[in-house]
Nanobody, 114 residues
Framework: QVQLVESGGGLAQPGGSLRLSCIID???????MYWVRQAPGKGLEWVSR????????MYADSVKGRFTMSRDNAKNTLVLQMNSLKVEDSGLYYC????????RGQGTQVTVSS
């Protein structure tokens, strides 16, 4: 079964940084990949996307300039570097194969609080 496994979440203060990782099953190497998140009591929100070879990164307006998505196909890994974190960035973060969260794993929790 093709899987995605997220890690790297935790507690950060406002203005701090976290680095999320996602192990991509080899079956997903040819896919555009996405990060999506879900705040408590809210629906899934698209955060960022990246092309098959690392091209074409795009970001939601809410994270633009603060988050950076990258991928290393040799290591089957996605990374989401999150800087200048805000309280409203808190939530469960997933990597997925589309902006609606298709194929997402169990997620990794990000909590931004002072």
């Amino acid at each position: 079964q093709v899987q995605l496994v997220e890690s790297g979440g935790g507690l950060a203060q406002p203005g701090g940084s976290l680095r999320l990782s996602c192990i991509i099953d080899s079956g997903f190497k040819g896919y555009w990949m996405y990060w999506v998140r879900q705040a408590p009591g809210k629906g899934l929100e698209w955060v960022s996307r990246i092309g098959r070879g690392g091209e074409g990164t795009m970001y939601a307006d809410s994270v633009k300039g603060r988050f950076t998505m990258s991928r290393d196909n040799a290591k089957n890994t996605l990374v989401l570097q999150m800087n200048s974190l805000k309280v409203e960035d808190s939530g469960l973060y997933y990597c997925a194969t589309n902006s609606n969260g298709l194929g997402r794993g169990q997620g990794t929790q990000v909590t931004v609080s002072s």
